[in-house]
Protein backbone atom coordinates (compact mmCIF):
# COMPACT_ATOMS: atom_id res chain seq x y z
CA UNK A 1 0.00 0.00 0.00
CA UNK A 2 1.42 3.48 -1.07
CA UNK A 3 1.54 6.50 1.74
CA UNK A 4 0.13 9.45 0.82
CA UNK A 5 2.99 12.30 -0.11
CA UNK A 6 2.78 15.62 1.65
CA UNK A 7 2.50 18.83 0.12
CA UNK A 8 6.67 19.31 1.23
CA UNK A 9 7.54 15.71 -0.15
CA UNK A 10 6.03 16.06 -3.65
CA UNK A 11 8.52 19.04 -4.16
CA UNK A 12 11.36 17.26 -2.39
CA UNK A 13 11.23 14.46 -4.38
CA UNK A 14 11.55 15.83 -8.05
CA UNK A 15 14.36 18.66 -6.88
CA UNK A 16 16.59 16.09 -5.61
CA UNK A 17 15.86 13.53 -8.66
CA UNK A 18 17.02 16.83 -11.07
CA UNK A 19 19.74 17.69 -8.89
CA UNK A 20 21.39 14.19 -9.21
CA UNK A 21 21.01 13.99 -12.67
CA UNK A 22 22.26 17.55 -13.33
CA UNK A 23 25.22 16.21 -10.70
CA UNK A 24 25.58 13.11 -12.68
CA UNK A 25 25.48 14.67 -16.21
CA UNK A 26 28.32 17.30 -15.00
CA UNK A 27 30.28 14.49 -13.64
CA UNK A 28 30.15 11.98 -17.16
CA UNK A 29 30.77 15.83 -18.81
CA UNK A 30 34.39 16.51 -16.32
CA UNK A 31 36.35 13.60 -17.57
CA UNK A 32 35.87 14.78 -21.17
CA UNK A 33 36.65 18.20 -20.88
CA UNK A 34 39.93 17.34 -18.39
CA UNK A 35 41.56 15.08 -21.30
CA UNK A 36 45.44 15.62 -20.70
CA UNK A 37 46.36 17.50 -24.15
CA UNK A 38 49.40 15.88 -26.21
CA UNK A 39 52.44 17.04 -25.39
CA UNK A 40 54.78 17.56 -27.69
CA UNK A 41 57.71 19.42 -26.67
CA UNK A 42 59.17 21.68 -29.59
CA UNK A 43 61.35 24.46 -29.64
CA UNK A 44 60.29 27.32 -32.01
CA UNK A 45 62.99 28.93 -33.99
CA UNK A 46 62.67 31.87 -36.35
CA UNK A 47 64.41 31.44 -39.45
CA UNK A 48 64.26 33.34 -42.62
CA UNK A 49 60.98 35.02 -41.72
CA UNK A 50 59.23 31.67 -41.11
CA UNK A 51 59.24 29.15 -37.61
CA UNK A 52 60.91 26.25 -37.53
CA UNK A 53 59.53 23.76 -34.56
CA UNK A 54 62.23 21.69 -33.65
CA UNK A 55 62.44 18.49 -31.41
CA UNK A 56 64.69 19.08 -28.53
CA UNK A 57 66.25 15.98 -28.85
CA UNK A 58 67.43 16.33 -32.11
CA UNK A 59 69.64 19.28 -30.75
CA UNK A 60 73.49 18.22 -29.46
CA UNK A 61 74.54 21.65 -28.44
CA UNK A 62 73.90 25.78 -28.64
CA UNK A 63 76.99 27.28 -29.47
CA UNK A 64 77.56 31.04 -29.34
CA UNK A 65 78.63 33.12 -32.22
CA UNK A 66 78.71 36.76 -31.60
CA UNK A 67 75.42 38.33 -31.63
CA UNK A 68 74.37 34.83 -32.66
CA UNK A 69 73.83 30.82 -31.54
CA UNK A 70 74.76 28.16 -33.82
CA UNK A 71 71.70 25.52 -33.26
CA UNK A 72 73.46 22.22 -33.79
CA UNK A 73 71.36 19.29 -34.40
CA UNK A 74 72.46 15.85 -36.20
CA UNK A 75 70.97 17.05 -39.21
CA UNK A 76 72.01 19.89 -40.09
CA UNK A 77 72.67 23.63 -38.09
CA UNK A 78 71.00 26.83 -38.14
CA UNK A 79 72.29 29.80 -36.84
CA UNK A 80 69.70 32.24 -34.76
CA UNK A 81 69.74 36.08 -33.47
CA UNK A 82 70.38 36.26 -29.93
CA UNK A 83 72.41 35.82 -27.07
CA UNK A 84 73.93 32.60 -25.52
CA UNK A 85 72.59 33.44 -21.83
CA UNK A 86 68.93 34.01 -23.06
CA UNK A 87 69.05 30.72 -24.76
CA UNK A 88 70.48 28.76 -21.91
CA UNK A 89 67.68 30.33 -19.59
CA UNK A 90 65.06 28.95 -21.97
CA UNK A 91 66.78 25.87 -22.48
CA UNK A 92 67.31 24.42 -19.31
CA UNK A 93 64.34 22.94 -18.58
CA UNK A 94 64.78 20.75 -21.85
CA UNK A 95 68.19 19.27 -20.60
CA UNK A 96 70.57 21.62 -21.80
CA UNK A 97 73.24 22.16 -19.41
CA UNK A 98 75.75 25.41 -19.77
CA UNK A 99 79.66 23.72 -19.97
CA UNK A 100 81.29 26.40 -21.27
CA UNK A 101 80.40 30.48 -21.72
CA UNK A 102 79.99 29.49 -25.12
CA UNK A 103 78.55 26.31 -24.99
CA UNK A 104 75.43 24.27 -23.75
CA UNK A 105 74.90 20.78 -24.32
CA UNK A 106 71.79 18.55 -24.99
CA UNK A 107 72.93 15.94 -21.52
CA UNK A 108 71.39 13.03 -23.30
CA UNK A 109 74.01 13.06 -26.13
CA UNK A 110 76.80 13.16 -23.64
CA UNK A 111 78.91 10.24 -23.83
CA UNK A 112 81.87 10.74 -22.10
CA UNK A 113 83.89 13.16 -19.85
CA UNK A 114 87.86 13.49 -20.36
CA UNK A 115 90.60 15.20 -18.32
CA UNK A 116 92.77 17.88 -19.81
CA UNK A 117 95.43 20.00 -18.87
CA UNK A 118 94.64 22.79 -16.00
CA UNK A 119 91.40 21.64 -14.44
CA UNK A 120 90.21 22.05 -17.98
CA UNK A 121 87.94 19.01 -19.08
CA UNK A 122 86.49 17.67 -22.72
CA UNK A 123 83.34 16.31 -22.78
CA UNK A 124 82.26 14.10 -26.04
CA UNK A 125 78.86 13.66 -27.48
CA UNK A 126 77.17 10.98 -29.28
CA UNK A 127 78.81 11.17 -32.79
CA UNK A 128 81.84 12.14 -32.19
CA UNK A 129 81.63 16.44 -31.45
CA UNK A 130 84.06 17.42 -28.74
CA UNK A 131 83.70 20.51 -26.66
CA UNK A 132 85.70 21.88 -23.85
CA UNK A 133 84.43 22.32 -20.46
CA UNK A 134 86.02 24.87 -18.58
CA UNK A 135 86.65 25.46 -14.95
CA UNK A 136 83.87 27.84 -14.37
CA UNK A 137 81.25 25.37 -15.41
CA UNK A 138 82.63 22.39 -14.66
CA UNK A 139 79.95 22.16 -11.43
CA UNK A 140 77.21 21.77 -13.70
CA UNK A 141 78.39 18.71 -15.30
CA UNK A 142 77.12 16.84 -12.12
CA UNK A 143 73.42 17.56 -13.97
CA UNK A 144 74.72 15.30 -16.51
CA UNK A 145 74.06 12.04 -14.25
CA UNK A 146 71.84 11.37 -11.68
CA UNK A 147 74.34 8.88 -9.89
CA UNK A 148 77.87 9.85 -10.21
CA UNK A 149 79.98 6.14 -8.57
CA UNK A 150 83.66 7.00 -8.06
CA UNK A 151 83.01 10.65 -9.07
CA UNK A 152 85.77 12.08 -6.72
CA UNK A 153 88.34 12.85 -9.23
CA UNK A 154 86.24 15.11 -11.13
CA UNK A 155 84.68 17.79 -8.30
CA UNK A 156 87.32 17.94 -5.69
CA UNK A 157 89.94 20.28 -7.44
Given at each position: M???L?????????????????QERKENLVPQLSAPAVSHSKIAIAIDGKVLLIDPADVISVEAEGNYV???????????????ST???????????RIH??????ASWVEGIHPRSR???????????EYPVSKTYKSNLRS??????GSDVLFTK
Amino acid sequence: MLKPLSDEGIHEVPSLTIGRRAQERKENLVPQLSAPAVSHSKIAIAIDGKVLLIDPADVISVEAEGNYVLIVRSSRSHLVRGSISTVAEKLLSYGFVRIHRRVLVNASWVEGIHPRSRGEYLLCTRGGKEYPVSKTYKSNLRSLAQLWIGSDVLFTK
